[in-house]
């Protein structure tokens, strides 16, 4: 039986150079694309604290922040995709940590 790391590596390999550069350009106009959204919303909102009627208006200051939140959420999942597709996105081992210790945690709890 194959081991993931082995089984990665081969799949890794049949892609070819021009599929990783295609894959670069991607991922690199999907973080241009939204990270600009993200600093023309987030600058609206600072140009809107400096002035009077900015601190009233809470609910188009949430609807930005919000809006921004969103933005980043989509630029992280599209790249993570795009990364995914030729075997490279990234593993958050440290979160699979976390997630079998919260498991043992309540292993211990049931006795």
């Known amino acids: 039986m194959q081991t993931n790391s082995t089984a990665q590596e081969q799949a890794q390999a049949a892609i070819s150079d021009h599929e990783y550069r295609r894959t670069i350009e991607e991922m690199d106009s999907l973080a241009q694309e939204g990270l600009s959204h993200i600093r023309a919303i987030a600058r609206l909102a600072l140009i809107a604290l400096q002035t009077p009627d900015g601190h009233r208006d809470t609910q188009s200051l949430a609807v930005a922040f919000h809006a921004i939140w969103c933005e980043?959420?989509?630029t992280e999942v599209n790249i993570n995709a795009a990364a995914?597709?030729?075997?490279?996105?990234?593993?958050?081992?440290?979160?699979?940590?976390?997630?079998?210790?919260?498991?043992a945690f309540h292993d211990t709890l049931r006795g």
Do not use: L
């Open 72 to 74: 980043a959420s989509a």
């Open 84 to 103: 995914n597709d030729v075997g490279c996105a990234h593993v958050d081992r440290a979160h699979f940590r976390r997630m079998d210790a919260q498991a």
